[in-house]
């Protein structure tokens, strides 16, 4: 199918022979819902989508036959809803929850119907980044712990600013210790931007806890690793391109970044000692981390494989559909990734396409220059015509992504930063409706 008149990608791979056992997902992250359905299908299992809202995957779907899998619309927050339609499944063997929201739903599912799965005590752990840091800090894998911030959470009625200036010291980060992407993030350089950012928490629906940590100065990546029975392997390191400070604006990954063997080596023993703190014995985890003059901080563990195109660049760049290995996490089978050498593809890159102002999301000019770019570049839409984009702040404001390929991760980044130059994200504004005026208004 051709999409605004760019041929996307192919998926490759067949979906004959589906299995009558059956795979649940719990939603899915926006990309690699067709690698997984093929993932299951190799494996012989059969995959059904649980989902609030269908259109959400409709990219997705639109490449995939319609009876490739079994799509159930029903009310995903609804736990003991979803755990009656878990159990009227015909041969459920396994249940899969990949997003930031549901994972504890997930986790907690699958305890309550004895399915293969992580503690939900140790998930639950994941999701809280400052109980995180103090973990890491507790087993000496980070130079600090996390400091309370909020109003009347803090020990001994010491006021937030006082707090978190002698225990954490400048520049420091508040965040939300339930975020996701990069929302509720603030730098704070100076007694200034401190005093601003507790007013702007103050007035943020917080879905966790206002915590403050050390601002860890220096390039920014992401650890692919898959992790079983304790042991994790490192499949690659992406590199994560933010905006200029203050914001911590996500736009531009490329994977794998090539670091030299011994480094590499030294990253990988140094993750499976950062998991094995928290707990985390199984599965794919996304471990963000910057790169300082004292060695690797932890930023945060999600405990799930990387969104956006993050799955689909380990995809292309190791040769291997490595949605096979979350299939059979999920099945509570030892991944065949764990001990495969992947004959390895391209470098990878993308680019997330802000527009340059609010408003309504009505397009994107320059789509018909990408054939003739370097790279094989191609556009994944995120919003849909009519979408309103309110924040540019964080990755709520992206429209889509530009991917590209190359020989070595520098020139992906290179071809898909040239072709993001190609386009401009469209928005209207939005036009506010005054009702009728009263004569000589």
């Known amino acids: 199918m051709v999409l605004d008149g760019v041929e996307p990608h192919p998926l490759p791979g067949t979906l004959e022979g589906a299995g009558g056992m059956t795979v649940v997902c719990l939603e899915s992250l926006t990309f690699g819902l067709g690698r997984l359905v093929r993932a299951a299908d190799t494996l012989g299992e059969r995959l059904r989508l649980l989902t609030r809202d269908r259109s959400s995957y409709a990219y997705e779907l639109e490449r995939i036959p319609a009876d490739a899998l079994d799509v159930v619309e029903t009310d995903t927050f609804d736990a003991d809803g979803v755990a009656g339609l878990l159990g009227r499944t015909p041969d459920l063997r396994g249940l899969i929850s990949s997003t930031d929201t549901w994972t504890l739903v997930g986790a907690d599912l699958a305890a309550r119907l004895g399915l293969p799965g992580l503690d939900p005590a140790v998930l639950r752990l994941t999701r809280d980044k400052a109980a995180v840091r103090n973990r890491l800090h507790e087993a000496r894998l980070t130079r600090a712990g996390a400091v309370e911030a909020a109003p009347g959470g803090t ?11 002698r225990d954490v010291g400048l520049p420091l980060v508040l965040k939300d210790s339930a975020g996701t ?7 704070v ?22 915590f403050a940590e050390p601002y860890f100065a220096g390039p ?4 692919e ?3 079983w029975a304790g042991r994790t392997r490192l499949l690659g390191v992406s ?21 030299p063997a011994e480094r590499r080596s030294a990253l990988e023993r140094w993750l499976g000692s950062v998991l094995a703190a928290i707990g985390y014995t199984d599965r794919f985890a996304h471990v963000e981390f910057a790169l300082t003059t004292a060695g690797p901080e932890v930023v945060e563990i999600n405990p799930r494989i990387g969104g956006a195109l993050v799955g689909e660049g380990l995809c292309r760049a190791l040769g291997v559909n490595v949605y096979e290995a979350m299939v059979e996490a999920a099945l509570g089978c030892r991944p065949r990734l764990m001990d495969t050498e992947p004959p390895g593809g391209p470098a990878v890159a993308f680019v997330l396409g802000y527009p340059s102002r609010p408003g309504v999301f009505t397009g994107v000019a320059g789509l018909d220059r990408l054939p003739d770019m370097p790279g094989s570049p191609a556009w994944y839409p995120v919003k849909r015509t009519g979408d309103p984009i309110e924040h540019l702040a964080d990755s709520r404001g992206y429209a889509g992504i530009v991917y ?3 020989e070595t991760a520098e020139l992906a980044t290179h071809s898909a930063v040239a072709a993001a130059n190609a386009l401009r994200v469209l928005t209207e504004p939005v036009v506010m409706s005054t009702g009728p005026q009263a004569s000589g208004g």
């Open 155 to 165: 020990a001994g009625g010491t006021e937030p600013r006082e707090l978190v200036l």
């Open 181 to 187: 992407g990069s929302q509720n993030v603030w730098l």
């Open 189 to 210: 350089r100076d007694k200034r931007e401190l005093d601003r950012a507790l007013d702007e928490a103050a007035s943020r629906r917080l879905t966790g806890r206002l």
């Open 220 to 223: 920014l990546y992401s650890a």
């Open 225 to 227: 690793t898959l992790t």
């Open 239 to 259: 590199s994560r391109l933010m905006s200029p400070e203050p914001r911590f604006r996500e736009e531009v990954t490329a994977f794998p970044v090539a670091f």
């Open 404 to 406: 590209a390929e190359g």
